[in-house]
Nanobody, 115 residues
Framework: QVQLVESGGGLVQAGGSLRLSCAAS????????MGWYRQAPGKQRELVAT???????NYADSVKGRFTISRDNAKDTVYLQMNRLKPEDTAVYYC?????????WGQGTQVTVSS
């Protein structure tokens, strides 16, 4: 089992920045991918960004150039730096930890961007 603890959500004005963190603990295997997904009211959960244990990243087109995902493998922690936030970025952001065999989700953290 893997436990994920997210932090860093909140309320920010459009154009502002937030940094999300997600710390993993438990049965961590070295070959994994961590990422952030989000779900706005009435919409399906969508990928925001992912990063492998080797450092390869993938971003949704809507956040490219504004968001940066990074990780500290020594701390089993993934970060999402969100800049130039827009009202349409408002959602619950979920952290995901995945291996070849399993996937685990955090409890979610609310990000609200006011116009």
């Amino acid at each position: 089992q893997v436990q994920l603890v997210e932090s860093g959500g909140g309320l920010v004005q459009a154009g502002g920045s937030l940094r999300l963190s997600c710390a993993a603990s438990g049965s961590i295997v070295s070959n994994n991918a961590m990422g952030w997904y989000r779900q706005a009211p009435g919409k399906q959960r969508e990928l925001v960004a992912t990063i492998t244990s080797g450092g390869s990243t993938n971003y949704a087109d809507s956040v490219k150039g504004r968001f940066t995902i990074s990780r500290d493998n020594a701390k089993d922690t993934v970060y999402l730096q969100m800049n130039r936030l827009k009202p349409e970025d408002t959602a619950v952001y979920y952290c995901k930890f995945a291996t070849v065999f399993n996937a685990y989700w955090g409890q979610g953290t609310q990000v609200t961007v006011s116009s």
